[in-house]
T-cell receptor, first 116, second 111 residues
């Protein structure tokens, strides 16, 4: 079974500093997608970044970047120049393609606190 | 363009009551999903649909039913609510191979 593990239930960072959130996953597939979603206190799920497994280059979106290690099945999220608005739950997700359908499998999340 | 909308936003039920949660999307997405979110558990897939008239079970389908009679709508039903179904429910939609777009969530409290 495909699983997604986020080993850090909570993290904290000082404003303007850099923080890295960890994610590992288990799969036997060679082609898949990985995502990081952000959930602020409003509860809305917001896509932060997406990575295609066949691409060797790590995805980047402004202050957000990933370190994708396919062999190690690791997909960490780095947030640079942290801002107060980055405080949220962060979920790592793996897109599973199975039997003609697709679905996202989520980790349990990491709560990020940003200290002023 | 409203994206994904959910009705209602909040509901209180008594044990044994029934209700239907409505999800609508205006992005012409093929796939739609229902997830539940509980503290410390992340999001768990209840049911999903890969097209109009089709549904399939996810990770935690017991106690729920779904229907996708129209491409833009995906209904989640609770026939006999139980306290264990107290949760926040998220609907999402997507095109094949792409990211999910989520609704704002429905908070359900079963007493």
């Amino acid at each position: 079974a495909q699983t997604v593990t986020q080993s850090q239930p909570e993290m904290s960072v000082q404003e303007a500093e850099t923080v890295t959130l960890s994610c590992t996953y288990d799969t036997s597939e060679s082609d898949y997608y990985l995502f990081w979603y952000k959930q602020p206190p409003s509860r809305q799920m917001i896509l932060v970044i997406r990575q295609e497994a066949y691409k060797q280059q790590n995805a980047t979106e402004n202050r957000f970047s990933v370190n994708f290690q396919k062999a190690a099945k690791s997909f960490s999220l780095k947030i640079s120049d942290s801002q107060l608005g980055d405080a949220a739950m962060y979920f790592c997700a793996y897109r599973l393609y199975q039997g003609g359908s697709e679905k996202l499998v989520f980790g349990k999340g990491t709560k990020l606190t940003v200290n002023p | 363009n409203a994206g994904v909308t959910q009705t209602p936003k909040f509901r209180v039920l008594k044990t044994g009551q029934s209700m239907t949660l409505l999800c609508a999307q205006d992005m012409n997405h093929e796939y739609m999903y229902w997830y539940r979110q509980d503290p410390g558990m992340g999001l768990r897939l209840i049911h999903y649909s890969v097209g109009e008239g089709t549904t399939a079970k996810g990770e935690v389908p017991d106690g729920y039913n779904v229907s996708r009679l129209k491409k833009q709508n995906f209904l989640l039903g609770l026939e006999s609510a139980a306290p264990s179904q107290t949760s926040v429910y998220f609907c999402a939609s997507s095109r094949p191979g792409l990211e999910l777009y989520f609704g704002p969530g429905t908070r359900l409290l079963v007493l």
